[in-house]
DNA sequence: GTCTATAATGTGATAGAC
DNA sequence: GTCTATCACATTATAGAC
């Protein structure tokens, strides 16, 4: 049902959450957006009723594919240590694109955050999703310091090493931190 | 000598780094300038020959900044463990503001580099102060890792848990992380 | 040197033909 | 439903009066 209608919906979705990750949301026009999908400019506000709905539109489709990673890694292992690792290990599989663009979730948070941007949702709520699976992965393993923190922890390292290897442009930053957490969480 | 000029100069730039650090520098206008500078949008042509030209002057204000900032530290103690509790002081006690805007090198350098955007200079020399300078202390310390690994870990979790303490609105993310950050080099 | 008026461009958004 | 033409506005930048 609504097959044509929502096929370009998600066509429009698509794009621009890959425009937006890759030149910023603001800077980021219809005019790009209209390049990419093949739609004329106008048309934009045939399936959204404005900008804005659009990058609210982005959000929610980032916030469900993080959903699915999350429950196909719960999945996958039973052990909550090896939970933690399939995280590091996409991590290190994107390590090239976060290297070129830094993390989705960053960068678009740093952008949102900015006065006078008005944010779909309060920003760290992108983040939520990974705290929270973190943390019951944290009290599973049942490790001496408070869970949340224990997972806080990991996210900002992650987040920083992400940060510098995407400014000084070398992915080999991201993955020589990553190992350093990865001997942290051994010796948990 | 050239004292109203620099002087005007001087205050454009003052401006523009706060109005560029706390909205960014695409959302920043010329408008806004104005408005905290009480100059005419019209006269900064006299003063730059461009937006981009603000900004370069921006930058090398910041670099000066930062390395004034750096020979102090280098003065207040001799101990290149002390030095560094003096970098890690120096941001708790901006926890508040960092926490609102983030890190001021951090947020221009993401924003710089997204694609379509035209920095003054490589993003990551915004960086290498810091870093030559942490990499100096922990070579000073003679500690078992290499001396720039160590800099660029502290340099990674520095700029996680503020960007972290951001995200999330609270000044306690990044003060708690720092704590962290002291144990760790304590155990050095 | 200082200011005002205005150009040139790009933006998000709208109206209306087909 | 799809497209084109265009609006209203904000932006950086320039020209020229005083």
Known sequence: MNGKLEDKRARIVDSADRLFYQQ????????????????PRGNFYYYFPSKDAILAAVVAARLTAIQHMLNEWERSASDPRQRIDRFLQMLRTAAG???RFGCPLGTLAQELG???AAPPLPIYQLFEPFRGWLTRQFE??????????????????????????HIYGRPSILEHELDRLSEWLDGL
Chains 1, 2 share one sequence.
């Open 114 to 116: 900015k006065a006078g």
């Open 24 to 39: 910023g949301y603001r800077q980021t026009s219809f005019t790009d957006i209209a390049r990419e999908t093949r739609l």
């Open 140 to 165: 599973a393993m049942g490790s001496a310091g408070a869970a949340d923190e224990q997972a806080m922890h990991v996210l900002v390292r992650a987040q920083g090493a992400t940060q510098m290897s």
């Open 97 to 99: 694109e976060l290297s």
